[in-house]
């Protein structure tokens, strides 16, 4: 393997299955989309975990300030952080996508006390075993960072940049879209905050982070099949992780559905 098309067409089956997975379909109500949030809203924040790791490593962070060694790599990364980490926010001010992310679940009524409370932890003593542990996120939400930070703690600089660009909330289908929609509209209005979440990072990845994204992969890589193959194990190590936890938010759904009671 030697270029970007080839790795893509690889992975095509991984991201078949979790874009037509059945997870969509269990989403019929807002309880239903509450289950979804609240254990999604940990891969948001992971998103953006994998995304800082690259700029610690591509971007000149540290002080006394020395310039990057890889000026592309520097450019695309901190383009993608200016749109993740301060977003327009709808309402005239700015915030990261991740921000935008908890309105929304506030707005809905799902439950953010365990994400607020493992920011909290995390603040404090910067344990992430210990935050999580003592947060109580939903158990698959857990393992889903505990697997990230696995990456991360490797310091695989081509391992990180490909997990975040194959793992990303491009896996969130149309379909989707349209069945927050209809939730919407038959909660008067609820998800508006969830609907522009949707657009802004629908806009800001099809149209920009992407193909940015995409164009850091072929300059890590190069020619080097070596590092495409270390690329292909990343993503797919993302793209499996990911589909346990739809898994696990599926059955979670199915288990919660008073069809079941």
């Known amino acids: 393997m030697h270029s970007l098309n080839e790795l893509k067409t690889t992975l095509e089956p991984y991201r078949h299955q979790l874009i037509d997975h059945s997870l969509y379909a269990a989403i019929t109500d807002l309880a239903s989309l509450r289950v979804f949030m609240e254990h999604h809203v940990f891969a948001v924040w992971d998103f953006m975990s994998l995304l800082k790791a690259l700029q610690n490593r591509f971007t000149g962070l540290e002080t006394p300030w020395h310039p990057a060694g890889n000026r592309l790599a520097c450019r695309l990364i901190n383009e993608i952080v200016l749109g993740e980490e301060s977003?327009?926010?709808?309402?005239?001010?700015?915030?990261?996508?991740?921000?935008?992310?908890?309105?929304?679940?506030?707005?809905?009524?799902?439950?953010?006390?365990?994400?607020?409370?493992?920011?909290e932890r995390l603040q404090h003593d910067r344990d992430l075993l210990s935050a999580l542990n003592e947060s109580s996120p939903p158990p698959a939400s857990q393992r889903f960072v505990h697997s990230t930070f696995e990456l991360i703690e490797r310091g695989d600089s081509i391992e990180i940049a490909s997990a975040f660009t194959f793992g990303r909330e491009d896996l969130l289908p149309d379909?989707?879209?349209?069945?927050?929609?209809?939730?919407?509209?038959?909660?008067s209005g609820?998800?508006?905050?969830?609907?522009?979440?949707?657009?802004?990072?629908?806009?800001?990845?099809?149209?920009?982070?992407?193909?940015?994204?995409?164009?850091?992969?072929?300059?890590?890589?190069g020619e080097d099949a070596n590092a495409w193959k270390r690329a292909e194990q990343a993503a797919i190590g993302a793209l499996e992780s990911r589909l346990a936890l739809w898994d696990a938010i599926t059955a979670e759904m199915v288990t919660q559905s008073p069809a079941t009671c």
Do not use: N
């Open 87 to 119: 977003d327009e926010d709808g309402r005239g001010g700015y915030a990261s996508h991740f921000e935008l992310y908890l309105r929304s679940m506030t707005d809905c009524g799902c439950d953010v006390r365990p994400m607020h409370e493992f920011l």
């Open 175 to 187: 379909v989707f879209r349209k069945i927050v929609e209809r939730i919407d509209r038959e909660e």
């Open 190 to 221: 609820t998800l508006q905050s969830f609907l522009f979440y949707l657009d802004r990072h629908i806009e800001l990845d099809e149209d920009r982070h992407g193909p940015m994204a995409d164009r850091l992969m072929i300059d890590l890589c």
